[in-house]
Nanobody, 127 residues
Framework: QVQLVESGGGLVQAGDSLRLSCAAS????????LGWFRQAPGKELEWVAA????????YSADSVKGRFTISRDNAKNTVYLQMNSLKPEDTAVYYCGAGPSPPYSGVYVSSSMYNNWGQGTQVTVSS
């Protein structure tokens, strides 16, 4: 089991930046992928970005590419989501998930493949 704790959400204006953190504990993350998902009111959970802990390969959704960057700090067992040029449509609860990575390359974009979740952090972007 991996315990995940997100932080860093808040209320910002369009064009501002935020950095979300997801601190992991409980087991080694080798062989795991950590992903950020978000859920806006009335909408389904949406994959945002993910990183393979071993090797550090990163992947992001087209909707955030060029604005959001996922990274990790091995020493702190923490994954970050740097969000720049925020838009009102980025408003959502952001969740961090962890689960075994695909066997060879890439990451899972389906939330069902992540079996550990944090409590979520609210991001609100005003226009």
């Amino acid at each position: 089991q991996v315990q995940l704790v997100e932080s860093g959400g808040g209320l910002v204006q369009a064009g501002d930046s935020l950095r979300l953190s997801c601190a992991a504990s409980g087991r080694t993350l080798s062989g795991y992928g950590l992903g950020w998902f978000r859920q806006a009111p009335g909408k389904e959970l949406e994959w945002v970005a993910a990183i393979r802990w071993s090797g550090g390969s990163t992947y992001s959704a087209d909707s955030v590419k060029g604005r959001f960057t996922i990274s990790r700090d091995n020493a702190k067992n923490t994954v970050y989501l740097q969000m720049n040029s925020l838009k009102p449509e980025d408003t959502a609860v952001y969740y961090c998930g962890a689960g075994p990575s695909p066997p060879y390359s890439g990451v899972y974009v389906s939330s069902s493949m992540y079996n550990n979740w944090g409590q979520g952090t609210q991001v609100t972007v005003s226009s």
